[in-house]
């Protein structure tokens, strides 16, 4: 999940699909928002109580290798988003795709209306994807707020990373350039509204799961549909950062490769295609104690 919320065309959340960890993340870190709820409403009691009930065992493991990994990764993957972007999206074109096959059979029972959905969704994030706002100058302290409230959204929301969206508000660069400079302030901000985001996000996004799980899952199928425009391997892939590290990312082209372009991003892309659907079915076998249904997780987590 770290490496792929790196990449300003994939999420973190498409991972926690292919890995079937997806709901059971979700449910954590609702419960975790409503510990701090109810420290918020005075309720010292609630607080303990909801903390009590997050699976630490799954959560601490899965945020040390996030971290771990846009540590050590992040650096790489940028030099070869850099250095060979026809190649890289072609891989993560694969691996979004094999995404979309993954969650395919999430969704109960397909009907009509989960295929408008499906498709509403498809069609307004790939329409979506075509704008990108240039970058902010010298943004207030509310932007850097609203920025990281929005962004963390795509930690636990397949289909568009949160890289992307800071891109599309013009504010990738001036957080990267907070975290070059180690501006503490200016993080501390854009971290308050991470925390704000996700516990309002994720609050919402488990009653959806709860009360219409079909219809969300397809909307989020939609989703991944839709982000494969940002992946698009030609004529530029995922798209990078300018000399500048200032510049948005040029990834939303659509255009048709020449002969000598196709083989290696294809290779690349069913080699990650393959390897989405073998882990997939992996996960499934080992992951016998993970529920498949929220309601479900909910009873075994207490």
């Known amino acids: 999940m770290g490496a792929a919320d790196i990449v300003p065309g994939v999420s973190g959340g498409t991972v926690a ?23 918020a409403k005075g309720s010292p009691s609630g607080f ?9 065992t799954f959560l601490v493991p899965l945020l040390a290798g996030i971290l771990t990994a846009i540590a050590l990764l992040s650096s790489v993957i940028e030099g070869l988003l850099h250095d060979r972007p026809e190649e890289m999206a072609g891989l993560f074109f694969g691996l979004v795709l ?29 329409v979506s994807l075509g704008f990108q706002s240039g970058p902010a100058s010298d943004p207030a302290l509310l932007a850097y707020f609203g920025a990281g409230a929005i ?20 504010m990738y660069g001036a957080v990267l350039g907070a975290v070059h400079d180690r501006d503490i302030a200016v993080l501390a901000v854009f971290g308050l509204g991470t925390i704000v985001g996700l516990a309002l996000f994720s609050t919402a996004l488990g009653w959806l799961l709860d009360q219409h799980h079909d219809s969300l899952l397809a909307a ?32 939303t082209g659509l255009e048709l490769p020449s002969p000598d372009q196709i083989a290696l991003p294809v290779i690349l892309g069913l080699v990650a295609f393959g390897l989405v659907v073998g882990v997939n079915q992996i996960a499934k076998r080992s992951s016998h104690d993970s529920p498949r249904r929220l309601g479900e997780t909910r009873t075994v987590g207490g």
């Open 17 to 39: 699909l292919i890995f079937s960890i997806y709901e059971r993340l979700v449910h954590n870190v609702e419960t975790g928002a409503k510990a701090l709820g109810s420290l």
């Open 48 to 56: 303990a109580d909801g903390l009590r009930r997050v699976q630490w």
């Open 98 to 126: 094999g995404s979309i096959v993954v969650a395919w059979s999430m969704p109960e029972r397909w009907n009509s209306q989960l295929g408008l959905i499906l498709g509403f969704s498809a069609v307004l994030v790939f």
């Open 151 to 170: 962004a963390i959204c795509a930690m636990i929301l397949p289909g568009i990373s949160g890289s992307f969206l800071l891109l599309m508000m013009g």
């Open 220 to 251: 989020l199928i939609g989703l991944m549909v839709g982000s494969l425009r940002v992946l698009w391997p030609w004529p530029n892939g995922v798209g990078i950062l300018g000399d500048d590290e200032t510049e948005p990312i040029s990834g």
